[in-house]
């Protein structure tokens, strides 16, 4: 079965430790993305990545942190920087050519 | 930096009335326009992509359209149901890649 993968479903970090997001796609699409959506907002665009070894900052890039090492794989760091980093964290990939955009199912974190 | 918004950002309407969601965005030099639907803690799943030289796209009872030269897109949906309940996001994607996303508009089909 084709798609994105995170893991895991639900995570919860004590104040002060770094904590580590995962997200897998076995579609082949170069390019891949990092959210965060608050209650009742909208997405907001942490990190996106068009090819291996490559990422760009997006809206709200303070806190985190990512790798691309391989075309599969995007994980994302949340550090201990991140103020306020309970959220629901969602990963995206996008087809090449036409773009289209896979969701996976999300990671929601707590800091406790 | 590309801006998009959706209005309004709820909706509650009785089954059977279509509904109209509206989304604009402040550069047009956009790559594509994907809608999307969220259901309460889930991730997304995709309706409609209209391509940047696309004026519309129409899937079932879902029909988009496109104007760059206004930054307007609209999401209509045909004689709605309550299985139609749910947050509707508009994302634009760029040149460079970046995936710009509205606020969203929720919708709620009453029975």
């Known amino acids: 079965d084709g798609g994105i993968t995170q893991s895991p479903k639900y995570l919860f970090r004590k104040e002060g430790q770094n904590v580590t997001l995962s997200c897998e796609q076995n579609?082949?699409?170069?390019?891949m993305y990092w959210y965060r959506q608050d209650p009742g907002q909208g997405l907001r665009l942490i990190y996106y990545?068009?090819?291996?070894?490559?990422?760009q900052k997006g809206d709200i890039a303070e806190g985190y942190s990512v790798s691309r090492e391989k075309k599969e794989s995007f994980p994302l760091t949340v550090t201990s920087a991140q103020k306020n980093p309970t959220a629901f964290y969602l990963c995206?990939?996008?087809?090449?050519?036409?773009?289209?955009?896979?969701f996976g199912q999300g990671t929601r974190l707590t800091v406790v | 930096k590309q801006e998009v918004t959706q209005i309004p950002a709820a909706l509650s309407v009785p089954e059977g009335e279509n509904l109209v969601l509206n989304c604009s965005f402040t550069?047009?030099?956009?790559?594509?326009l994907q809608w999307f639907r969220q259901d309460p803690g889930k991730g997304l799943t995709s309706l409609l992509l209209?391509?940047?030289?696309?004026r519309e796209q129409t899937s079932g009872r879902l029909n988009a359209s496109l104007d760059k030269s206004s930054g307007r897109s609209t999401l209509y949906i045909a004689a709605s149901q309550p299985g139609d309940s749910a947050t509707y996001l508009c994302?634009?994607?760029?040149?460079?890649?970046?995936?710009?996303f509205g606020a969203g508009t929720t919708v709620t089909v009453r029975a």
């Open positions: 995206a990939s996008s087809m090449p050519g036409r773009g289209l955009a896979f």
């Open positions: 579609l082949n699409h170069d390019a």
């Open positions: 990545s068009q090819i291996v070894n490559d990422f």
């Open positions: 550069d047009s030099a956009i790559y594509n």
């Open positions: 209209i391509q940047s030289s696309q």
């Open positions: 994302a634009l994607r760029g040149n460079d890649y970046k995936l710009s």
